[in-house]
């Protein structure tokens, strides 16, 4: 059974650049949270996709936006990078379904911004 | 105030140490709680979910006290591998109706020392 699977692991932009991270949610997971991860900070959620639609968001600028794939993958872009872009981006799936809520994190896509 | 506080640490305890650590939340109407652990420069993992009625894992408890808004997590006969980020986490919505954002709080890093 594959987990939360991203890509890429790593990607160095310079400033003003565009950035588009990849996302395959766990087998059976319909649902994918995007979060931004600072150095020496939790998590901060970004957005969180289902049924193709923005769900819900966080306090990001529209510079973040996102897609919901029909098989259910997401992607998070990223416009005019600034140097404060700089973080581990993770992505989060779930099952809508069910009785849990819990939320599975991919291994993350470092970006650094030059 | 933060909507998720922990203990600043980092806490440094020997091996066979019992460490407790603390949480508050600010939202009353949260819902569903968890630990994530996060070893170094990978992704958040689920530990636990926190439930009212306190929940144990091996060496592992955790307590939920909704009327002071206070999480705890207790770790006994602790091990090298205890090393890590831990992570705590709360969702408002409640179990069944869908995930939505997570809160983490910075995170209280534990070295266990041989």
């Known amino acids: 059974d594959a987990g939360v699977t991203q890509s890429p692991t790593h990607l160095i932009k310079t400033r003003g650049q565009q950035v588009t991270l990849r996302c395959s949610p766990k087998?059976?997971?319909?649902?994918v949270s995007w979060y931004q991860q600072a150095l020496g900070q939790g998590p901060q959620f970004i957005f969180q996709y289902y049924e193709e639609e923005e769900r819900q968001r966080g306090n990001f600028p529209d510079r973040f936006s996102g897609h919901q794939f029909p098989n259910y993958s997401s992607e998070l872009n990223v416009n005019a990078l600034l140097l404060g872009d700089s973080a581990l981006y993770l992505c989060?799936?779930?099952?809508?379904?069910?009785?849990?809520?819990?939320?599975?994190f991919g291994p993350g896509t470092r970006l650094t911004v030059l | 105030r933060k909507e998720v506080e922990q203990d600043p640490g980092p806490f440094n305890v020997p091996e066979g140490a019992t460490v407790a650590f603390n949480c508050t939340y600010s939202n009353s109407a949260s819902q569903s709680f968890f630990w994530y652990r996060q070893d170094c420069r990978k992704e958040p993992k689920l530990l636990m979910s926190?439930?009212?009625s306190g929940n144990e894992d091996g060496r592992f408890t955790a307590q939920l006290n909704r009327a002071s808004q206070y999480i705890s997590l207790l770790i006994r006969d602790s091990k090298l591998s205890d090393s890590a980020t831990y992570l705590c986490?709360?969702?408002?919505?409640?179990?069944?109706?869908?995930?939505?954002?997570?809160?983490f709080g910075k995170g209280t890093k534990l070295s266990v020392i041989p």
């Open positions: 926190v439930y009212s």
């Open positions: 986490v709360v969702n408002p919505r409640s179990s069944g109706a869908g995930s939505y954002q997570l809160t």
């Open positions: 989060a799936s779930s099952a809508s379904s069910g009785s849990t809520d819990t939320q599975y």
């Open positions: 087998s059976g997971h319909d649902t």
